[in-house]
């Protein structure tokens, strides 16, 4: 069965600091991994996704993430955070097709605070 | 155009009556999925239609929880007997393509069951 670890539920950080929320994955198949984004009472958006190919993904908002297979991690990144980046992030995989079912798991959240 | 959207957006029920859950995917879109967000944790799988096809329903807690898709558009999660464990946002989400589409997920119903 698969199974998401994010290793830190709270991260608190400045405005314009570097930031890195972690998650690591299990699954005995071939995964796509997902960062989604939850604002208070909204539901969930994604950040970026890997499917295949080059192993450092590009998202929305200044967001990237590198898969590593070896390490079965991918791990958000972010060079300078604004207020705005205040949220929850959850990091998620799914079978590929070959593997199964599309559903996703998710890890337990990561809430990244951002202070002035 | 419209994303998708759940409705209502928040339900009261007293432990023992039934609720029904609406979502409203976006128009086209092939795949649907229900979650279940408890407080302070991530979504979990609850079950998954293809068009009017429920695929997965490996994820539903028990046998009062039912879901349906009958026209492959529309879906609704009910919930009989609500008990207080039930308690959790329950989230929508659809995709378009059948294999790594990104999944869209509406805004939620939280469910407060007294």
């Known amino acids: 069965a698969q199974s998401v670890t994010q290793l830190d539920s709270q991260v608190p950080v400045f405005e314009e600091a570097p930031v890195e929320l972690r998650c690591n994955y299990s699954s005995s198949v071939s995964v796509y991994l997902f960062w989604y984004v939850q604002y208070p009472n909204q539901g969930l958006q994604l950040l970026l996704k890997y499917l295949s190919g080059s192993t450092l993904v590009k998202g929305i908002n200044g967001f990237e993430a590198e898969f590593n297979k070896s390490q079965t991690s991918f791990h958000l990144r972010k060079p300078s955070v604004h207020i705005s980046d205040t949220a929850e992030y959850f990091c998620a995989v799914s079978d590929t097709p070959q593997g199964g079912s599309e559903k996703l798991v998710f890890g337990k959240g990561t809430k990244l605070t951002v202070n002035p | 155009g419209a994303g998708v959207s759940q409705s209502p957006r928040y339900k009261v029920a007293k432990r023992g009556q039934d609720v029904a859950l609406r979502c409203d995917p976006i128009?086209?879109?092939?795949?649907l999925f229900w979650y279940q967000q408890a407080l302070g944790q991530g979504p979990e799988f609850l079950t998954y239609?293809?068009?009017?096809?429920?695929?997965?329903k490996s994820g539903l807690p028990s046998d009062r929880f039912f879901a349906e898709r009958p026209e492959g558009s529309v879906s609704t999660l009910k919930i009989q007997r609500t008990q207080q464990e039930d308690s959790a946002v329950y989230l929508c989400a659809s995709s378009l393509a059948l294999t790594g589409g990104e999944q869209f997920f509406g805004p939620g119903t939280r469910l407060t069951v007294l």
């Open positions: 128009s086209g879109h092939v795949s």
């Open positions: 239609f293809q068009n009017e096809a429920q695929l997965d």
